[in-house]
């Protein structure tokens, strides 16, 4: 049966502190911002009854959600979910061209998105979340600051290092080194990090990225000298061995580094495959999610 596509809006106060309090000051204030939404309900849906599981399918670089011209972010990732009976909601982000890297406001957004399409539609309160490319980076995000409401994790080629990495003498770059200007935008992805997490100047400001850069958050250096990462719930993985766009060897850190804390992580790697969604990827995200349903 086919999936019912329903576009909206949300409002979400898009202030953050970013460290900025002063003593006996009230600084906290209402910056309200709309954020376009998108929800695909599947055939099985019913208002009474079960919950239809809800999955949060967070978009990459690449997509937006606009209703005018029909782009629905991160809903295709999800249509072998969607297939088996899944909702699935994406959002565009704090920013008109969706290429908010996982900010805080962009998680704030996807939260009262959330919070509406529960309370709206017959749909489950705890959530799956997926993400690819830049989407895996604030699938992961969403995760850590709201651990309480997802059950698992599903990331495909994610995006997990702001900025650049060493492992074993190969450097991953991070999106922070992506300077490329966009031909038709004039910013590269270095610019939009500067904009989306408020630097002050066009400088490394690790303070603005704290909890937001997943390979860092919920994380310490042990003994010998190897980062451990502490997830907030079961992850799996998917990371083509061709990936110039994502590093391969950053994916495979991240994934020793949360099981260097003990934590359960699942890791798919395919062989001749580069940065693109393949039907082997969308089967398998189905089965695991069905694991926590």
């Not at 061209?97 to 749909?123: Q, R």
């Not at 900025?163 to 939009?192: E, L, M």
Request: hydrophobic share 35%; glycine share 8%; charged share 20%.
């Amino acid at each position: 049966m086919d999936s019912k596509i329903i576009f909206f809006k949300i409002r979400f106060n898009n202030f953050r502190d970013v460290s900025a309090s002063i003593a006996n000051e009230v600084t906290d204030r209402e910056e309200w911002d709309t954020c376009e939404c998108v929800l695909s309900l599947p055939g099985s849906y019913s208002d009474d009854g079960d919950e239809t599981p809800l999955i949060l399918s967070c978009h990459g670089a690449g997509s937006v959600v606009c209703e005018e011209s029909g782009q629905t972010g991160g809903i295709s990732y999800c249509s072998e979910c969607a297939s088996r009976g899944y909702a699935v909601l994406d959002v565009c982000g704090s920013q008109p061209h969706g290429l908010t890297m996982g900010c805080p406001e962009h998680i704030f957004a996807l939260h009262k998105a959330y919070l509406y399409a529960v309370k709206h539609y017959n749909l489950s309160k705890r959530v799956l979340v997926a993400g690819a490319s830049m989407g895996g980076h604030t699938a992961m995000n969403f995760a850590h600051t709201f651990p309480g409401i997802v059950s698992a994790l599903g990331l495909i080629y994610p995006r997990l290092n702001m900025d650049g990495v060493t492992f074993d003498g190969h450097y991953c770059i991070g999106t922070w080194d992506k300077t490329s200007k966009n031909a038709k935008t004039g910013y590269s992805t270095h610019d939009r990090i500067v904009q989306c997490y408020r630097f002050t100047e066009d400088k490394w400001q690790n303070e603005n990225t704290i909890g937001f850069n997943p390979y860092l958050t919920r994380s310490y250096i042990g003994s010998d000298g190897k980062r451990v990462v502490f997830p907030p719930c079961p992850i799996k993985v998917w990371q083509g061995l061709d990936d110039t766009t994502v590093d391969p060897v950053m994916t495979l850190e991240f994934v020793e580094s949360v099981r260097r804390s003990g934590s359960y992580i699942e890791l798919h790697c395919l062989e001749g495959v580069a940065h693109r969604i393949n039907d082997v990827m969308k089967r398998e995200l189905a089965m695991w999610f069905d694991r926590f349903i």
